[in-house]
């Protein structure tokens, strides 16, 4: 995913209203963009970070300007959750994701088969008659050891989509939880269950039901964010150690 212009810099001062961040830009002007992320952005939204910002065309909108990556010292991270999704169609469009051999994209925000509610991507295998249904969850919570986390904050959504998950592999489709980790300082994948343990139990029972989870690391630089390589998920019993992180840098 290229961007043209690239993302302007300037300093993050504090994100508020869960949708709103100011900024200082390198003028020194004081700005307030639109900050695309329902999440509790541990570690995310320290003031006086780097920030990487872009401006919308669209004379409509209130806030012109959107919050796209923080910078800290662990890594780049990639806030804006609204782009992920669209990362991993780019990446299985174009065979960086080798799980999906076979199974062509066939549309976004599919509605769960018998329920309310929509999983991201529906991929289909024409041959085998057999439908995939995928769930992107964009991970950006990591604790000082390169282990990133989700969610990072308690998520009846999440929940909802890994246990409807289940039951499409029941009933014979696939059923994929990606995690786009738009965290350059993530190396390897797991589930906070100190902060969510219903998700992290449902995740768990879903792969051990054939629900398969997989986690791809994303680069990210001005230009161009886009997905690299997969990393290992740690779905053992020992990831429930994983510390509460309230005020991660």
């Known amino acids: 995913m290229r961007f043209d212009p690239p993302f302007a810099v300037g300093r993050l001062n504090r994100r508020y209203k869960r949708f709103l961040?100011?900024?200082?830009t390198n003028r020194g002007d004081r700005l307030t963009v639109h900050c695309p992320n329902t999440g509790a952005m541990l570690g995310c939204d320290l003031?006086?970070?780097?920030?990487?910002?872009?401006?919308?065309e669209n004379p409509k909108r209130k806030y012109r300007h959107t919050l796209e990556v923080v910078v800290t010292d662990r890594g780049r991270i990639g806030v804006?959750?609204?782009r992920a999704n669209a990362l991993v169609r780019e990446?299985?469009?174009?065979?960086?994701?080798?799980?999906?051999?076979?199974?062509?994209?066939?549309?976004n925000e599919v509605p769960i088969p018998d329920e309310a509610?929509?999983?991201?991507?529906?991929l289909r295998d024409d041959a085998a008659q057999r439908a995939c249904f995928v769930e992107v969850k964009n991970m950006t919570l990591c604790d000082p050891d390169g282990r990133g986390s989700f969610p990072d904050a308690v998520s009846e959504r999440a929940l909802k989509h890994v246990t409807a998950l289940e039951r499409c592999v029941a009933a014979g489709d696939?059923?994929?939880l990606v995690f786009c980790v738009q965290h350059t300082g993530i190396l390897r994948a797991t589930i906070a269950d100190e902060i969510d343990p219903a998700y992290g139990r449902a995740v768990r029972t879903a792969a051990d039901a054939?629900?398969?989870?997989?986690?791809?690391?994303?680069?990210?630089?001005?230009?161009?964010?886009?997905?690299?390589?997969?990393i290992p998920v740690d779905l053992s019993d020992q990831c429930t150690r994983f510390r509460k992180l309230t005020s991660v840098s």
């Open 91 to 107: 990446a299985l469009e174009s065979g960086v994701t080798t799980e999906f051999s076979g199974f062509q994209f066939e549309r």
């Open 210 to 230: 054939g629900v398969e989870v997989i986690a791809y690391k994303c680069r990210i630089e001005r230009d161009e964010i886009s997905i690299e390589r997969p």
């Open 47 to 56: 003031p006086g970070s780097e920030a990487w910002y872009s401006e919308s």
């Open 21 to 24: 961040a100011d900024l200082e």
């Open 174 to 176: 696939r059923g994929v």
């Open 117 to 122: 509610g929509r999983f991201d991507l529906l």
């Open 80 to 82: 804006n959750t609204s």
